[in-house]
């Protein structure tokens, strides 16, 4: 299987959000309160995303059997805002590839950052973890999304 890590496009984001809705609806969602789920909803809606695009967001995707099947993004230069893998694709080292573009790219265009930064789903905990995260505190809830905050030493 050949996998392409690119930067999204305007014309992606349409796959872009469907995908991660899709994961998010059966990864996350059911351990979510509907405040939780409405306000990412709203976070990963076509012009939401493409919002953020436009102002620079730093937005990746993995590419395989010509669709998008893997959905990162960072905010703020570190922090990890969405980072999805479709279901038919998990356990084949995307999520993988793609932080690591991910993070060669933050230290390409700020080699002073030490670390990366995330809200984690508890879903996404044990995934963090063998990418190299610790934990920075306990379970978090805003806005009704439940998190685990996470870092990754970049030094």
Request: net charge negative.
């Amino acid at each position: 299987m050949d996998v392409l890590i690119r930067e999204v496009t305007p014309s992606d984001i349409p796959a872009y959000s469907a995908l991660i809705r899709s994961v998010y609806d059966e990864f996350v969602a059911p351990d979510y309160p509907e405040e939780g789920n409405r306000t990412f909803y709203e976070f990963i809606d076509e012009a939401a995303c493409r919002a953020r695009l436009d102002a620079g967001n730093f937005m990746i995707c993995a590419e395989a059997d010509g669709k998008i099947v893997g959905a990162h993004e960072i905010r703020n230069g570190n922090h990890i805002a969405l980072f999805f893998v479709a279901k038919d694709y998990h356990g084949r080292g995307i999520g993988r590839m793609l932080f690591e573009e991910a993070r060669f790219r933050i230290d390409l265009a700020q080699p002073d950052v030490t670390e990366i930064t995330v809200h984690s789903s508890p879903y996404a905990v044990t995934i963090y973890e063998r990418l190299g995260f610790e934990k920075t505190g306990p379970l978090e809830q805003q806005n009704g999304i439940i998190f685990q905050p996470m870092v990754y030493s970049l030094i």
